[in-house]
Nanobody, 115 residues
């Protein structure tokens, strides 16, 4: 059974940083595409960043230059380093992977950027 467990969310002031982690189990992690989506209240879930098995990555325009996605295949974990956070980054952040062409989601972790 695939399981994705996120951690690292919280409350941070504008301009601050957070690092999200997602520990995966039940998948061949080193071959898996991994990534992060987010969903703010009243809005659709949107892609934030993803990293392929070859470590290539892409980002939403809104986070380029501020967020960095990385993966540690030895720990079956994907990270999202978020710097220069803005109030508009406030959302529930979901880790995901793709299994048999379908997305699998974690439970989500809340990130709130507010003074």
């Amino acid at each position: 059974q695939v399981q994705l467990v996120e951690s690292g969310g919280g409350l941070v002031q504008p301009g601050g940083s957070l690092r999200l982690s997602c520990a995966a189990s039940g998948i061949s992690f080193r071959f898996a595409e991994m990534g992060w989506y987010r969903q703010a209240p009243g809005l659709q879930r949107e892609m934030v960043a993803r990293v392929a098995s070859d470590y290539s990555s892409n980002y939403a325009d809104s986070v380029k230059g501020r967020f960095t996605i990385s993966r540690d295949n030895a720990k079956n974990t994907v990270y999202l380093q978020m710097n220069s956070l803005k109030p508009e980054d406030t959302a529930v952040y979901y880790c995901y992977t793709v299994l048999r062409d379908r997305p699998v989601w974690g439970q989500g972790t809340q990130v709130t950027v507010s003074s």
